[in-house]
């Protein structure tokens, strides 16, 4: 009897330290097995299943493994129950394990959630994949995936254990990336300052594999909260964006004043003026035209990202002041005209370069435009002295007599006919 004490007690002990649960847990699902058995048995024996069926008990001796069926205090135990029991109740009891296992698994996860742990892609079901956390399996739906990323089977990355919720196969352990407490959790592994709560991260605003805009704040006097999640170098930042894809992360100290707090929100924008409406909630930004681009950021994400920082609708509006030029870029404005303009100037020929030195040997003081002039002027008084070779140009003889307009008509055509000059 020692023996078979010892045998059943350690066979209990071990089924509990499997399934992770208490070894009340294990009686209990014998004991509730106990009775299915017992109502299958009476089925199979074609027996009817009292009324009062309800009311039935069993009991479990924890040290023989003795199964009882009690109705109320009378023993109704078949003979031979034993052996149906354990035939029939095996299917009962796994399955009371298996569901006290999962309780037990999701009350460890539930005090887990909102922080980071590592699985691997396991599986996928439609677009949803299903993740290996170790003890659990986590569920990885559509609405917490980062849509900038790809994912594959057997990949391992960090996620959020978001919640714990009731699912079409029961509770369910739902990991996300995509949820600006990812980017808080993952600040808090790299950085010791928020473990130790001398820096605190106050709010998160995040566009999931794009940018992200982290307000922190520092509790201990001397402790720089942008510089501490930041890290010597950048390290701390980077491994956190390196995590999450090389997504952007801005990082600004948090502020109780508002005004200030928008100011700092819509960084890298500089030299900017707020004005509050308390009552609507809504802050008029006027940033420089120079900085209008930068307060707005690429399709509105910085505004964007500002507002949802702060908790305040932002309208933003510019100066309308042109950006003052330095002396040091007026100077180097003037330099690229001067060059342009050099580059401008058209190479001259050989010849001109000759004709052009030849015409300042002789007259030093002349420009290079009068010397040109005066090789025009030159130019044609040739061209004309050579149109007069032969003798001086003779005035055309003017004809008042029309009897001696004929004549002379007639000894130009004799002229023409005959070769000779007309006289």
Known sequence: MAQARTEFAAALNQIASEKGVDVSVVLDAIRQAALAAYKKDLMLRNEEVP??????????????GEI??????????PPGFARIAAAIAKQVIMQRLNEAERDAILSEYSNKVSTVISGSIQ??????????????????????????????????????????????????????????????ALFALEVPEIQSGAVEI????????SRSKIAAKSSQEGVDPVGSLV??????????????????????????????????????????????????????????????????????????????????????VGSGEPKLESETESVKREEKKAE????????????EGKEKAETEATDPSKTAGEA????????????????????????????????AA??????????DKSGEKPK
């Open 231 to 316: 890290g010597q170098k950048g390290v701390r930042v980077q491994a956190v964006m390196s995590e999450l894809g090389e997504e952007k992360i801005d990082i600004i100290s948090y502020s109780e004043d508002p005004a200030r707090f928008i100011a700092a929100a819509l960084s890298p924008a500089k030299d900017i003026i707020v004005s509050l409406n308390k009552e609507d909630q809504v802050a008029t930004v006027t940033v420089p035209e120079d900085q209008l681009s930068l307060a707005i950021g690429k399709k509105g994400q910085n505004v964007r990202l500002a507002a949802k920082l702060t908790g305040w609708k932002i309208d933003i």
């Open 51 to 64: 009324e009062d069926f309800e009311g039935f008990t069993s009991e479990v001796n924890p040290a023989t």
């Open 123 to 184: 599986r996928q079901e439609g677009n949803t994949f299903f993740i290996d956390l170790g003890r659990a399996e986590g569920v990885f739906p559509p609405s917490e995936q980062v849509h900038s990323e790809i994912y594959h089977q057997n990949q391992r990355l960090k996620f959020l254990i978001k919640e714990i919720r009731e699912g079409g196969r029961g509770s369910e352990v739902v990991v996300s990336r995509s949820d600006p407490e990812l980017v808080k």
């Open 202 to 209: 106050k709010v998160v605003a995040r566009e999931a594999g």
């Open 340 to 351: 342009k303009k050099t580059e401008e100037v058209p190479a001259e020929t050989p010849e």
């Open 372 to 403: 040109a002039v005066e090789a025009v002027e030159e130019n044609i008084t040739e061209a004309m002295q050579d149109e007069s070779k032969g003798g001086e140009l003779e005035e055309e003889p003017k004809v008042d007599d029309p009897k």
């Open 68 to 77: 009882s069926i009690l109705n109320k205090d009378k023993n109704v135990t």
């Open 406 to 415: 004929k004549d002379a008509e007639k000894d130009i055509e004799k002229a």
